[in-house]
């Protein structure tokens, strides 16, 4: 029997071994899949506006299950930014703090392979963030993200790889401007460095292990002119891609920009640069070709991009099927009533002048602080609460951003520098009463540029700082810089420039976010924590769902302290540029 079972041996592992030989033979097809900033926007469902979307991840979903049945392998990535932006995380973040997190339950059912952490998932804080890397059933990658204790990475710096015989490395790293938005206990004991350096202390590694394909996993925006290396660059993925030779493919995000391009690095190699925009709008997608001539020998034949709009897809009834209890477990959440409003309030009066929309932050801010001054803008471009019922979800309306509220210390002469410079983005210096008010973007012929019959804004309202507790004037017909006219508190106390004054403010604005500290008030960044006086343990719209609950009625009024004038020039030009800005001059 021993002769008999060795030649069967033998005869059975020659046929594995010449079907293994098959299987490295011929021609494969891969598909690296990314998406990227999704900002909560998981369910096809909006739970600020309460209306179903054209486009969501689970419309995503479709196209993921698509490519797994038609391709020889898939990689699904993802480039950060998650956790903030549509209720259905906030919930799961920071209220059901128990249950497994929506986001780890959904990336994991999909099968996602590695994730990149952004700045705003960061802004979830370490309770969190630290939560999903323990729930993720892949890794969280940010080679750049590194444990000040240890001085190696906090997350993962990067993956291999395999699937049907491809290997393929993905470095993650998050841009390092991080700290200029958030406050230092929400990344205790992170520190985030240059992602140029980064790339190149561990791109030898990388190449050590020898992958068919290497990945770049970039939480950073993409600009091809933007090649220069600058520490500390908030869009620095064209510096890496440029400077540091071994990528094949690089997935940016961070911007919401939406890319599909090839790119020459220093060396002369071409690489393909993808971005999926934001909110799952799109899916970014590395189609690959590749030979196989053997066990070990493989050979890339072609590395294309497509760029896959959702809103074109059906939606996955089986993803919704299976998260239909989030679903309902958000929509009670947001649904719940928490006052009343006297009156419908709309963020579209901000930009002309004092309005209850941001009025009302103001004045919440004021109280919880205690503060001389606020600062706050309209963080939402064109939203309304209106007349009746006010719900949870309303709040996600009137503050978008999970922000904790900073109490700073100022003079009055870096209030005025700040209010100028806030104004400076916004305001249109007026040569006469038929002349734009706001800044617009332009084209060549001097006029806003459309879409869709709608003007756009050059610069976004959330860096639209107003300010309470001073009254003041906008001139409108005075040159950028000298357009702010103090008056006094609205107390009636003298404002005086060589005093020091307590400031409420975000901490976006309170770490240098929007340059207003910095570039505008003249403090210097570094020295910008040494003002702080004291930050709210919770994020602001948490102490705004609060103050409403406790008011149950409330009557948002503007609190009128400031104005643009000319007073003529504006009453022509407000109607105008509603209708230019919205369609309509309400």
């Known amino acids: 029997m021993k002769p008999f079972y060795t030649k069967t041996f033998l005869v059975f592992a020659l046929v594995i071994t010449i079907c293994a030989s098959c299987k490295e033979t011929g021609t494969i097809t891969v598909s690296i899949l990314g998406t990227t900033d999704l900002h909560g926007v998981i369910l096809p469902y909006d739970f600020i506006d309460m209306k179903p979307l054209d486009a969501s991840l689970a419309h995503a979903s479709t196209f993921i299950n698509k490519a797994g049945k038609e391709r020889d392998a898939v990689f699904l990535l993802d480039n950060g930014d998650n956790l903030q932006g549509q209720p259905s995380v906030y919930y799961y973040n920071y209220i059901d703090t128990v249950s497994p997190h929506f986001m780890s339950e959904v990336f994991n059912w999909l099968g996602y392979d590695a994730v990149t952490a952004g700045n705003h998932d960061i802004e979830a804080g370490h309770p969190v963030y630290d939560r999903l890397v323990s729930e993720y059933n892949f890794p969280v990658l940010a080679a750049n993200a590194v444990n000040i204790l240890t001085g190696e990475p906090y997350f993962e710096p990067y993956v291999i790889l395999e699937k049907s015989g491809i290997k393929i490395a993905v470095l993650g790293l998050i841009t390092p401007a991080v700290p200029t938005w958030l406050p230092e206990k929400l990344y205790s004991g992170i520190a985030f460095k240059d992602m140029v350096r980064t790339a190149e202390f561990w791109m030898p590694e990388i190449l050590k292990k020898k992958p068919d394909i290497i990945v770049g996993l970039f939480h950073s925006g993409w600009n091809r002119e933007h090649t220069e290396y600058k520490p500390s660059d908030e869009n620095g993925a064209a510096a890496v891609a440029f400077n540091v030779p071994g990528f094949d493919i690089i997935f940016t995000g961070h911007d919401h920009r939406v890319v599909n391009e090839t790119f020459i690095n220093k060396e002369g190699d071409t690489l393909l640069i993808l971005n999926a925009g934001s909110r799952a709008e799109y899916i970014a997608c590395a189609e690959i070709t590749i030979t196989l001539n053997g066990i070990n020998s493989k050979k890339i034949n072609k590395i294309s991009g497509l760029i896959v709009e959702t809103d074109q897809l059906l939606c996955d009834d089986k993803f919704t099927s299976r998260f239909s209890g989030q679903h309902k477990t958000v929509y009670g959440y947001v649904s719940k009533v928490i006052g009343y409003s006297d009156s419908e309030i709309s963020s579209r009066d901000s930009f ?141 106390r003298p404002f005086e420039q060589q005093k020091q004054y307590r400031v409420a403010l975000n901490s976006y604005r309170g770490n240098g976010g929007g340059g207003h500290l910095t570039r505008g008030a003249g403090i210097k960044e570094d020295s910008l924590r040494s003002r702080h006086i004291r930050s709210t343990e919770r994020d602001l719209r948490y102490f705004i769902l609060k103050s409403v609950e406790s008011e149950k009625n409330i009557n948002p009024k503007a609190i009128n302290n400031w104005k643009i004038v000319p007073e003529k020039w504006v009453e022509n030009a407000v109607p105008r540029e509603k209708a230019l800005l919205f369609g309509t001059t309400n």
């Open 352 to 492: 002309f002048g004092s309005s209850p929309f941001v009025d009302m932050i103001h004045s919440i801010q004021m109280k919880l602080t205690n503060a001389d001054i606020s600062f706050a803008a309209p963080l939402s471009f064109d939203e309304k609460i209106r007349k009746g019922p006010v719900t949870a979800g309303d709040m996600f309306k009137l503050y978008r951003f999970e922000n904790m509220l900073y109490t700073m210390m100022m003079t009055g002469d870096e209030i005025y520098k700040y209010l100028e410079y806030s104004y400076s983005g916004w305001i249109n210096p007026m040569k006469g009463p038929g002349d734009y008010l706001l800044k617009y973007r332009l084209g060549a012929d001097g006029k806003p540029v459309l879409t869709n019959g709608r003007a756009w804004l050059r610069n976004q309202s959330y860096n639209f700082d107003s300010a309470a507790g001073i009254d003041y004037l906008v001139d409108a017909s005075r040159p950028e810089g000298k357009m702010v006219i103090i008056k006094s508190f609205t107390d009636g």
